[in-house]
């Protein structure tokens, strides 16, 4: 069993140190933010510390006094359960003893048939069993039965006298059928009170009187503590919230640098898709320019051949070779001009 009545009691006993050290740096803080204000805090009078310690006080004398009632009757309660389980088992120590008895008997009349030769299966034995049979019956009808061939034996035994060892038997048996008695009135009881112990239980798992007060003793506590607790939040505020405008700062400025190098990726990404551009055009002029030098290379060679042709057939005057050859050389001119135009392309590649 556990008593909780003292759960917030460290957090709020040196509120006084704590509360005159803040107090201080807060008026320390306001002295330079306002300059000219003077600041009184009841802190330092000690007038909080002695609220907060008799509110402490008074909220665990009401929680401890909540629990110990309810530990009173669980007590009670707890008792009564022990004694009845004291008592069950006694009763089954008062059972074993009268069944220890009734074992004796049974040994008893085994040392009878053996003193007076009776076989096992004879039919004197046989009549005995019948006779304590009919016994039982009678002690409980409601339990044993007589067939109806036992009965009409029975009704025959009933005119003819009994043995000396039958009677004996009997005897015995009677003297057994008392403590079988008293063991069923036992185990009556013991029902009773195992009936009665569960009743408790159950009832106690109803109600849960000690859980309960606990939870109202807390809540006491936490309330009291609650107060304490807020004192000291709004003490603590001033400078959460200028931790907080400095982390509030610190953000943004790592969200500006972070807009920043975005724009300068922006910027590269935009240069390199131009020279990208410039160096596509660059390719395709290439490739143009080196299909007018092969196709101008191609007309050379075959107005060359042509010439060639015609001087080997003594073809035209000599003013008409002079020209063809003048065209000649005005082609190789252009061809000319062309090559370096390419050789200025290929530059411009490279750039």
């Not at 330092?44 to 907060?52: E, K």
């Not at 061939?149 to 015995?172: D, N, S, W």
């Not at 002079?322 to 290929?346: A, P």
């Amino acid at each position: 069993m556990q008593i909780r009545a003292n759960a917030n009691d460290n957090q709020v006993i040196n509120v006084s140190s704590a509360a005159r050290e803040r107090a201080a740096l807060r008026e320390g803080r306001s002295a330079q933010n306002k300059q000219g204000k003077a600041n009184i805090y009841a802190g330092d009078l000690g007038m909080q510390s002695d609220f907060l310690t008799q509110r402490i006080q008074r909220a665990r004398k009401k929680a401890l006094k909540m629990i110990g009632d309810a530990w009173e009757g669980d007590r009670k309660v707890d008792q009564g359960l022990a004694e009845m389980k004291d008592r069950v088992a006694a009763l089954h120590g008062e059972i074993k003893e009268n069944l220890d008895i009734i074992a004796q008997g049974d040994e008893k009349k085994e040392a009878l048939r053996q003193e007076y030769g009776v076989e096992a299966d004879s039919q004197e034995q046989k009549d005995l069993e019948l006779l304590e049979k009919k016994e039982d019956a009678l002690r409980n009808p409601t339990e044993v039965r007589l067939t109806k061939e036992e009965q009409e034996r029975l009704a025959q035994l009933e005119e003819e006298p009994l043995t000396e060892y039958q009677e004996r038997c009997l005897g015995i048996d009677k003297y057994q059928a008392t403590f079988e008695g008293k063991n069923k009135q036992l185990n009556e009881e013991i029902k009773g009170y195992n009936a009665a112990i569960t009743a408790t239980k159950l009832e106690r798992l109803k109600y849960h009187e000690m859980e309960k007060a606990q939870k109202k003793a807390d809540k006491v506590m936490d309330e009291a503590g609650k107060e304490a607790v807020g004192l000291l939040i709004s003490e603590g505020k001033e400078h959460v919230d200028e931790e907080l405008e400095e982390k509030v700062e610190e953000a943004k400025d790592k969200a500006e640098e972070k807009a920043e190098e975005e724009e300068k990726i922006e910027d590269r990404k935009e240069d390199r898709e131009a020279l990208e551009e410039r160096i596509d055009e660059a390719h395709e002029k290439r490739e143009e320019r080196e299909e007018l030098r092969k196709e101008s290379e191609e007309r050379a060679r075959e107005d060359g051949d042509l010439l060639d042709a015609m001087i080997d057939a003594g073809m035209g005057g000599v003013s008409t070779t002079s020209d063809v050859q003048s065209d000649i050389k005005n082609m190789l001119h252009k061809m000319k001009l062309l090559e370096e135009d390419i050789k200025g392309s290929t530059v411009d590649d490279q750039l």
